[in-house]
Nanobody
Framework: QVQLVESGGGLVQPGGSLRLSCKAS????????MGWYRQVSGQQRQLVAS???????NLADAVKGRFTISRDSAKNTVYLQMDSLKPEDTAVYYC?????????WGQGTQVTVSS
């Protein structure tokens, strides 16, 4: 089993910044990819950003130029730096990892952008 623990969510004003972290632990083996998804109540979970083991990055169009994904492979940790936040970025953000044994999710962290 793989456990993902997220941190860094919270309330921020429009134009502000937050940094999310997600650490994987357990029977990890090789991590093929890690990423962040977000979900608004009543809507489907959507990809925000992902990064593969060879550092290929995929960013959703809605966050390009504002969000940055990075990883520390030695710590099995992925980060999401979110700048210039907008009210429409408000959602529960979920960490995801793909390893040999399967696809795993974190418990989610709330990000609220509001004045």
């Amino acid at each position: 089993q793989v456990q993902l623990v997220e941190s860094g969510g919270g309330l921020v004003q429009p134009g502000g910044s937050l940094r999310l972290s997600c650490k994987a632990s357990g029977s990890i083996g090789t991590i093929y990819a890690m990423g962040w998804y977000r979900q608004v109540s009543g809507q489907q979970r959507q990809l925000v950003a992902s990064i593969t083991s060879n550092n290929l990055i995929n960013l959703a169009d809605a966050v390009k130029g504002r969000f940055t994904i990075s990883r520390d492979s030695a710590k099995n940790t992925v980060y999401l730096q979110m700048d210039s936040l907008k009210p429409e970025d408000t959602a529960v953000y979920y960490c995801n990892t793909i390893v040999r044994s399967g696809n795993y999710w974190g418990q989610g962290t709330q990000v609220t952008v509001s004045s």
